[in-house]
T-cell receptor, first 113, second 114 residues
């Protein structure tokens, strides 16, 4: 059973547009929500992360919005560029020792010219 | 920079063969992970190791085993490969046990079992 539910599975955005990827979770014990970015032929890499004590975190064109009451968080990519074309994964820590993560199913983003 | 390397980018094996996937990290990280990545299923944890010779099952350990004899090296073993183990395999490492410790991934091994 998926502990973080991610949507959409794929997304096509025009250059300069806003890309929005959503994730929902049930476990209120989750205390950290990272997003990983994966380019074709590469492993995922940490993009941006948020803790649930803030509602928003911004790094350049990437913003995480967090809604604790709704148990949802989303990644917004402003002024999307073709170089942003990648697969994005949301994640949350499983706890229980070590920093195991549970990942969403991924969103394949394509930014068209 | 942290570097996680995997022994092969592409591997083709036959059903029933024993398969070894090797992963090496160069940052003295305590924790290492093996995931498989399949379209529509995301990343699923196979096994996790938090110290030399220590391991813990992940979500999908069936058909796999692991070995960690040295801190920097974590091996995934398919005792008898089957076609349903055709997948992308990703290794990762992380410094400690904090939930905020970043996982660093290798480039992956695409395994095809015929």
């Amino acid at each position: 059973q998926q502990q973080v539910k991610q949507s959409p599975q794929s997304l096509i955005v025009q250059k300069g547009g806003i890309s929005i990827i959503n994730c929902a979770y049930e476990n209120t014990a989750f205390d950290y929500f990272p997003w990983y970015q994966q380019f074709p032929g590469k492993g995922p890499a940490l993009l941006i992360a948020i803790r649930p004590d803030v509602s928003e975190k911004k790094e350049g064109r990437f913003t995480i919005s967090f809604n604790k009451s709704a148990k949802q968080f989303s990644l917004h990519i402003m002024d999307s560029q073709p170089g942003d074309s990648a697969t994005y994964f949301c994640a949350a820590p499983l706890g229980g020792g070590g920093n195991k993560l549970t990942f969403g199913t991924g969103t394949q983003l394509k930014v068209e010219l | 920079d942290v570097k996680v390397t995997q022994s092969s980018r592409y591997l083709v094996k036959r059903t029933g063969e024993k398969v070894f996937l090797e992963c090496v990290q160069d940052m003295d990280h305590e924790n290492m992970f093996w995931y498989r990545q399949d379209p529509g299923l995301g990343l699923r944890l196979i096994y996790f190791s938090y110290d030399v010779k220590m391991k813990e099952k992940g979500d999908i350990p069936e058909g796999y085993s692991v070995s960690r004899e040295k801190k920097e090296r974590f091996s995934l073993i398919l005792e008898s490969a089957s076609t349903n183990q055709t997948s992308m395999y990703l290794c990762a490492s992380a410094q400690g046990e904090m939930s905020t410790d970043t996982q660093y991934f290798g480039p992956g091994t695409r395994l095809t079992v015929l």
